[in-house]
């Protein structure tokens, strides 16, 4: 008897945290599943919208999309596209992600269905990360010196090149914030 009550002393402890681990897996594996909050579901219709004008307008296609989003309201936009066709410069890229982050921006802000969704308004390049893939007809990113990926990482702009001897890693990176990129469009008209 006194074995058995030994046992159980050891036992029972472990099998009550097994039992509360299933209860926790059980009930997210349910709340995976859910319908997506009204947030999200702005959140994402508004990124399919703007992913189809995108294309006509830059050429660019709408490869990934997703954010943030609390009850209180959508306080990030996370958008990725890809484009297939010449390589950039540093300065064509920088044109090309500024007038996106843009005309991204200025559409979120305009659009009065999405604004109740929105927990920041207005939405700044803080609130957002857009990305741009750059590849070549071929399918591969284009290589140093051209810019492989260009980006905005809230508000802080990031320019990419690959080399395939460098390979996982970038060859080249280099940040500057939204502010100086404008800044340096302006100077270069």
Not at 119 to 135: A, G, H, R
Request: net charge neutral.
């Amino acid at each position: 008897m006194k074995y058995l009550i030994k046992i159980l002393k050891i036992y029972t402890p472990i099998i009550l945290i097994f039992i509360g681990l299933a209860t926790i897996s059980l009930t997210t594996d349910q709340n995976m599943y859910q319908e997506p909050s009204v947030h999200d579901k702005a959140l994402y219709d508004f990124i399919a919208k703007m992913g189809s004008k995108f294309e006509k307008k830059y050429k660019i296609s709408l490869i990934g999309r997703g954010g943030g989003a609390t009850p209180e309201g959508i306080w990030l936009m996370c958008v990725s596209f890809e484009r297939e066709d010449e390589p950039l410069t540093e300065e064509e890229a920088r044109k090309l992600i500024i007038h996106c982050v843009d005309d991204f921006l200025s559409a979120v802000n305009s659009d009065e269905k999405l604004k109740p969704f929105l927990k920041e308004y207005p939405f700044t390049p803080k609130n957002l990360e857009l990305t741009i893939f750059n590849y070549n007809k071929s399918r591969i990113l284009h290589c140093f010196p051209s810019i492989a990926v260009v980006k905005d990482l809230r508000g802080k702009i990031g320019f990419f090149t690959e080399d395939p001897s460098t390979k996982p890693r970038y060859h080249t990176k280099k940040y500057e914030t939204y502010e100086e990129s404008v800044a340096i469009l302006k100077n270069e008209h």
